[in-house]
């Protein structure tokens, strides 16, 4: 049963749900949380059904195993799919949202959209990101309702997150294989391998992928540390002043303004007079269109 499909009789009853995620190392392609939920009652009977940590069964078992949680009535999921770009930006933000804060946010979406569907949650196991017991407190603190169980390797200790593991290792496999390059570059491919960092086809893709002003496709995580070695072979981007300065000064608070370089990849620390430009001339793309920047709307 899809999260999205009509709510079963035994969802108004007690029930377990397992949290697990997949792609969390690859440096392409989304990451992807998972949940399966079902009556605490049917617990017992999902130990049979021969569930197993993804990561431990081949693609085909996977595929077959997913394709019978999907028949089964007595079992709910959903997933979470977070975009490679959404991962990146929100891991170059200003104020950084790293990956663990992330997944932690990923998790209780997926609580909350179950329980908001109307399934009386009980019981949650969630196979750690962090350290477990500052995990379990976290959500424990958000869901007071519910008893969290949060463990390293509960993929395999529990049948509940075997199945949640599975449901979002097949999703992102399916989303990796039917990724539309939205990059129209010619001789692009999607000889990528497996996506993760160590992987020497997945670097010689990026190696062939990269480009001097826009970084890489869509499909990269770029502010991954895996993609900093390509910053040589970027150009440097400097973003000049919004602001016309009819008098000449830098700007009327008298600071300067931040340039960005290596567009595309993380970059190093500096001292900030080193990425500071002077910002006394206003960008030409807006002279030329006529674009003034507004204070009030």
């Not at 992807?32 to 017992?44: F, T």
């Not at 109307?118 to 603190?141: A, F, H, M, N, W």
């Not at 049948?159 to 001789?187: C, F, M, Y």
């Not at 990269?210 to 770029?222: A, K």
């Amino acid at each position: 049963m899809e999260s999205e499909s009509i709510l079963p009789d035994w969802a108004s009853k007690p029930c377990i749900m397992g949290i697990d995620e997949a792609g969390r190392g690859p440096v392409l392609g989304p990451m992807v949380y998972g949940c399966l939920y079902c009556a605490r009652s049917y617990e017992k009977t999902l130990s049979t059904l021969k569930f197993a940590d993804s990561k431990t069964l081949k693609e085909e078992k996977r595929e077959e195993l997913f394709e019978k949680l999907k028949a089964n009535e007595l079992i709910g999921w959903a997933v979470d799919v977070i975009d490679p770009r959404e991962l990146s930006a929100k891991m170059l933000k200003k104020i950084k949202i790293n990956l663990n804060e992330i997944s932690h946010d990923s998790a209780s979406g997926l609580v909350t959209r179950v329980l908001n569907m109307g399934v009386l949650l009980t019981d949650v196991y969630v196979d750690t990101v962090g350290d477990p017991e500052k995990y379990r407190i976290k959500l424990s603190e958000r869901f007071p309702s519910i008893k969290f169980v949060v463990a390293k390797k509960a993929d395999s200790l529990y049948p509940v997150v075997s199945g949640a593991s599975i449901v979002a290792k097949v999703t992102r496999d399916r989303a990796l294989r039917d990724w539309v390059l939205d990059e129209t570059a010619e001789n692009m491919t999607r000889n990528f391998g497996s996506g993760y960092p160590g992987d020497p086809e997945t670097k010689s893709w990026l190696e062939k992928h990269q480009h001097s002003v826009f970084g890489f496709p869509s499909l990269v995580r770029f502010s991954w540390g895996t993609c900093t070695s390509y910053s040589k072979n970027m150009v440097e981007v400097v973003w000049e002043s919004d602001k016309t300065e009819e008098d000449g000064s830098s700007s009327s608070s008298g600071k300067r303004q931040l340039k960005l370089s290596s567009f595309g990849v993380t970059t190093s620390k500096r001292k900030s007079e080193e990425i500071e430009s002077s910002g006394k001339s206003r960008c030409k793309f807006f002279q030329a269109r006529k674009l003034e920047q507004l204070a009030n709307f």
